[in-house]
C-alpha cells in the first residue's frame, strides 16, 4: 500500500526558514517522480517542485528558485523540501505527490498518490 505522509510545516516570520519532510511507503514508489504542490486559499494547486527518482532531474518554479531546495533519501524513502528566505505568500497548504510516468508535471492529475498535506504560514 502506498502512502505518503508530510511533516515539517508551521508558523515562520518572513525571512524565516523551514524543512518539510514526505516519508514514503510502498513498493510502487520505486524509482518515481516525487513532487511538492502547494494550494493556498481561493488559488489552485501548483507545483512547487520535482525531482526524479535518482535525483538528477530537478525542477523548481520560478517563484521559489534559489530560495527552495528539493532532495531525496531514496535510501530512506523521505522527500524534502528545504525552503529559506519564506515570504507571505508562500503561505499554503503543501503536498508531497508521487508519479510512476517518469515525469515531473506540474499537472496535478497526472500524479497518482498524495499526502494529506501540510500547513505553512508565514506572518509579515
Known amino acids: 500500500q502506498v502512502q505518503l505522509v508530510e511533516s515539517g510545516g508551521g508558523l515562520v516570520q518572513a525571512g524565516g526558514s523551514l524543512r518539510l519532510s514526505c516519508a514514503t511507503s510502498g513498493r510502487t514508489l520505486i524509482r518515481s517522480t516525487l513532487a511538492w504542490f502547494r494550494q493556498a486559499p481561493g488559488k489552485e494547486r501548483e507545483l512547487v517542485a520535482g525531482?526524479?527518482?535518482?535525483?538528477?532531474?530537478?525542477y523548481h518554479a520560478e517563484s521559489v528558485k534559489g530560495r527552495f531546495t528539493i532532495s531525496r533519501d531514496n535510501a530512506n524513502k523521505v522527500l524534502y523540501l528545504q525552503m529559506t528566505s519564506l515570504k507571505v505568500e508562500d503561505t499554503a497548504v503543501y503536498y508531497c505527490a508521487a508519479s510512476t510516468d517518469g515525469r515531473i508535471s506540474s499537472i496535478p492529475r497526472l500524479y497518482s498518490y498524495w499526502g494529506q498535506g501540510t500547513q505553512v504560514t508565514v506572518s509579515s
Open positions: 525531482i526524479g527518482w535518482s535525483a538528477g532531474q530537478t
